[in-house]
């Protein structure tokens, strides 16, 4: 058997853009089914040593709706009207928000967990990414029972253009994805970015309308009109509920800095990462 070697070179891959992408697309189609075997074993190893399983997708809607709701019943905090009853508004606004979360920490997460296959093994990288947008949505799909229940339950209005709001919950996600793509080659050589990311979420949650109707007029209304999960989360829940869309503008403004910042991120993902595996491996 012949022996393969790699033969490094200085030439930079953006020297020729065109074979880059076509290459970065094959790479795309041959993680497929190494993708579906790291999602399966993630999924089964998320589920296996809790207690409680898949009850943890419900638990953190629930509880934050509990507490919100009587904390605006003490008066304690001042909500505002919502276009739905307040528990499910808040029940439903969490549950995409954790999606969002967890496909911001999926990448740096996969990245993190696959060094040493990384420093041996040469495999398309895109396949840590794939498994973990299969895992979001598996967990969103657990997440739609709560959600389908709930509407039940508050007798929630559903419109027409509720068969849109995946194509909104999509854009949500692969936002997520490009801060998540954007971070990993950096978690990679840091743990410092898995720790900053759990508070920097926590802070992110409150400039993002989940418990609360996005704010009209003063500073903190335009804090919030400026984040860009804004209109993506707040499309999804107007187009499974009302159907009147109060965030057109940003939401196209948002999706094409997702879609545009998604292909950005992943051709420096592909480049930042040999020198960060490089590093690691050092």
Not at 25 to 50: C, E, F, G, P, T
Not at 254 to 259: D, P, Q, R, W
């Given at each position: 058997?012949?022996?393969?070697?790699?033969?490094?070179?200085?030439q930079?891959?953006?020297?020729?853009p065109?074979?880059?992408?076509?290459?970065?697309?094959?790479?795309?189609?041959?993680a497929?089914?190494?993708?579906?075997?790291?999602m399966?074993?993630?999924?089964?190893?998320?589920?296996?040593?809790?207690f409680?399983?898949?009850?943890?997708?419900?638990?953190?809607?629930?509880?934050?709706?509990v507490?919100?709701?009587?904390a605006g019943?003490?008066?304690?905090?001042?909500?505002?009207?919502?276009?739905?009853?307040?528990?499910?508004?808040?029940?439903?606004?969490?549950?995409?928000?954790?999606?969002?979360?967890?496909?911001?920490?999926?990448?740096v997460?996969?990245?993190?967990?696959?060094?040493?296959?990384?420093?041996?093994?040469?495999?398309?990288?895109?396949?840590?990414?794939?498994?973990?947008?299969?895992?979001?949505?598996?967990?969103?799909?657990?997440?739609?029972?709560?959600?389908c229940?709930?509407?039940?339950?508050?007798?929630?209005?559903?419109?027409?253009?509720?068969?849109?709001?995946?194509?909104?919950l999509?854009?949500?996600?692969?936002?997520?994805?490009?801060?998540?793509?954007l971070?990993?080659?950096?978690?990679?050589?840091?743990?410092?970015?898995?720790k900053?990311?759990?508070?920097?979420?926590?802070l992110?949650?409150?400039?993002?309308?989940?418990?609360?109707?996005?704010?009209?007029?003063?500073?903190f209304?335009t804090i919030?009109?400026?984040?860009?999960?804004?209109p993506?989360?707040?499309?999804?829940?107007?187009?499974?509920?009302?159907?009147?869309?109060?965030?057109?503008?940003?939401?196209?403004?948002?999706?094409?800095?997702?879609?545009?910042?998604?292909?950005?991120?992943?051709?420096g993902?592909?480049?930042?990462?040999?020198?960060?595996?490089?590093?690691?491996?050092?």
């Amino acid at each position: 058997m012949r022996p393969e070697y790699i033969i490094y070179t200085p030439q930079s891959e953006l020297r020729h853009p065109k074979r880059m992408f076509r290459q970065m697309w094959r790479d795309l189609l041959a993680a497929r089914s190494l993708a579906w075997r790291l999602m399966i074993r993630d999924i089964s190893a998320q589920y296996r040593q809790s207690f409680l399983g898949i009850a943890w997708a419900f638990i953190p809607p629930i509880a934050m709706a509990v507490g919100f709701t009587l904390a605006g019943n003490a008066r304690a905090i001042s909500i505002g009207e919502t276009d739905i009853p307040y528990p499910a508004y808040v029940m439903f606004s969490t549950a995409l928000w954790q999606t969002f979360v967890e496909s911001l920490q999926g990448p740096v997460q996969a990245s993190t967990d696959a060094k040493p296959m990384l420093a041996r093994v040469k495999f398309p990288r895109e396949a840590l990414i794939l498994a973990k947008l299969g895992e979001v949505g598996f967990n969103f799909g657990i997440k739609m029972i709560l959600i389908c229940a709930l509407f039940l339950i508050f007798r929630v209005p559903v419109s027409w253009t509720i068969i849109l709001a995946p194509v909104a919950l999509i854009h949500l996600i692969l936002l997520g994805t490009f801060f998540g793509i954007l971070l990993a080659p950096l978690g990679l050589l840091y743990k410092d970015v898995s720790k900053g990311l759990t508070m920097l979420t926590g802070l992110w949650l409150f400039i993002t309308p989940v418990v609360y109707p996005v704010p009209n007029e003063g500073t903190f209304a335009t804090i919030v009109k400026l984040n860009p999960v804004t209109p993506l989360l707040v499309t999804t829940r107007e187009l499974a509920t009302t159907g009147i869309l109060s965030q057109q503008t940003g939401f196209w403004v948002a999706s094409l800095f997702t879609l545009l910042g998604l292909v950005v991120t992943w051709v420096g993902f592909r480049i930042a990462l040999p020198f960060a595996i490089e590093r690691v491996s050092s």
